[in-house]
């Protein structure tokens, strides 16, 4: 384990719960956990179900690898259940889901990271040791802005945004961006109940019902990228 840098707190991470319903990938993962954290407990579970049944038997793990698609899961609800039931432990989500937009509205569900199904074997090492030293993990290609439309024809991505106004269309971009009402505010110069009253206004003529929905649906209409591609199993994910 040479090429980790630094080391997490001693006893940092002593339990760990991997949630997958692939039996080798779950392997893979208890293998990996074995290398950077020798003497944790692992326990698994291939459905949310399952998930469930260990927090309430009584096992509260130090940290929860969890992957979206699992058989009795459907969308965003099935990670805000299990945050629910354990609010206080670590989620580092890791999924062949790769939308930005999932990523975003992961992180700002409270998800401690997110990785790739893909994501090589140093990667997933460099994130369970940040989530170890207390901090949040993103790939940096799923790193905020990776999914904002060009400035260029925004207004283009989609009939519906040529319906709204230039201060709104700038307010999109941002939302895009994965930035809060109060950092809108700060870079429009503009009262936070200003910006609070235009996302309302566009969320109305977009035809959706949250800043989620409206960033896939810009997301949806770009030219498909590395990371961040349309992805309809994303858009499925994120309305539920």
Known sequence: MKDMTGTP????????AIVDDHPLYSDALAAALELVFPDCQVEKAQTLGGALALVESGFTPDLVMFDLKLPDVSGISGFQRLREALPDAPILVISSLTSAQVVQALMAEGAAGFLPKDAPAPLLRQALHEIAAGRKYVHS???????????????NLHPKLAEL?????????????????????YEL??????????????????????????AVLVEGSQPATAIGTRDADAQAFLSH
């Open 189 to 214: 110069s503009l009262a936070e109940a200003t910006v609070k009253a235009h996302i309302t206004a566009l969320l109305r003529r977009l035809g959706v019902q949250n800043r989620t929905q409206a």
């Open 141 to 155: 290609g799923y790193q905020t802005g990776q999914g904002t439309a060009p400035d260029a024809a925004f207004e």
């Open 9 to 16: 707190p001693p006893g940092a991470i002593q339990s760990v």
């Open 165 to 185: 106004t230039p201060q709104q269309q700038r307010i999109m971009k941002l939302i895009c961006a994965g930035k809060p009402n109060k950092q809108i505010a």
